[in-house]
């Protein structure tokens, strides 16, 4: 998109994140990590993509430390994939897609998984943003204070 | 990904809302979107990407009902692009990305754009999840429950 060089100055947040998880096989991967899949094999069996682009897309997410490859638990000479803690953090990522997808995307009684708390057992309630004072805040409440870069006007 | 038909049966929600939104331009239009960006003129110039690519994108986030096409505000000829309500319910998983890339993807001073509550001008806190009783929730206090389909064993 930009050269590898300009990634640098990139002063959004949200497009740094895109540089590394902005594809759909990834967040997919890392909604299988998630999920406690660990596995070459169970990935590629459950997403039907082509060994080579899952071995990429694994080696990108371990190359920039979302992944991190352990050895197999039994011992096996199968090594597997887990999230970092920097891997962990785009919990509330892939939460936000599945809750936007329950909200927008299924007819009212369709067929669904669903994300329970372990403990009880009962679904979790929705994502919440809120202010320093404790506010739930809606996209009107916010809004983006851009980096001023000198004589190249304001840039993201 | 897969046949267009078979989408009918996804029944996990992460991967109904990738196939609208897994992709890295049309999570960054829809950051722009947020940032109250309307005009195609505008998204092409921030974004650095092709015409048709731009065109594209918009006019599949305009089929999926995440934009709609509004005539310009000062009765100009150019029409511009709005967030639905569906649209708007991204909220959280653009707030997601960001609040990931500033936690780990940014050196401690490194400069980057904020989020800001609009009224009192203070950055905001952390996206939260929470149980039914108000517990926040990390990655291993929750679990997905799949949808089981007889003859087909578990599919998400």
């Given at each position: 998109l930009k050269p590898a060089g300009e990634s640098k100055k990139e002063t959004c947040p949200v497009a740094r994140s895109l540089a590394i998880v902005g594809d759909r096989w990834s967040l997919l991967i890392l909604r299988n990590a998630f999920d406690g899949m660990r596995r070459f094999g169970e990935f590629q069996r459950d997403l039907g993509l082509s060994k080579s682009v899952l071995a990429s897309r694994l080696q990108a997410l371990v190359s920039n430390g979302v992944l991190q490859v352990v050895p197999?638990?039994?011992?096996?000479?199968y090594q597997q994939y887990e999230l970092t803690k920097k891997g962990l953090g785009l919990f509330h990522v892939i939460v936000g897609l599945r809750q936007w997808g329950e909200a927008f995307?299924?007819?009212?009684?369709e067929e669904r998984s669903v994300l329970v708390?372990?403990?009880?057992?009962k679904p979790i309630g929705p994502l919440d943003l809120r202010s320093r004072a404790g506010k739930s805040l809606t996209p009107d409440d916010v809004e983006v204070r851009k980096v001023e870069t000198p004589g190249r006007g304001t840039v993201r």
């Amino acid at each position: 998109l930009k050269p590898a060089g300009e990634s640098k100055k990139e002063t959004c947040p949200v497009a740094r994140s895109l540089a590394i998880v902005g594809d759909r096989w990834s967040l997919l991967i890392l909604r299988n990590a998630f999920d406690g899949m660990r596995r070459f094999g169970e990935f590629q069996r459950d997403l039907g993509l082509s060994k080579s682009v899952l071995a990429s897309r694994l080696q990108a997410l371990v190359s920039n430390g979302v992944l991190q490859v352990v050895p197999g638990e039994d011992g096996s000479a199968y090594q597997q994939y887990e999230l970092t803690k920097k891997g962990l953090g785009l919990f509330h990522v892939i939460v936000g897609l599945r809750q936007w997808g329950e909200a927008f995307l299924f007819a009212p009684r369709e067929e669904r998984s669903v994300l329970v708390e372990r403990a009880s057992g009962k679904p979790i309630g929705p994502l919440d943003l809120r202010s320093r004072a404790g506010k739930s805040l809606t996209p009107d409440d916010v809004e983006v204070r851009k980096v001023e870069t000198p004589g190249r006007g304001t840039v993201r």
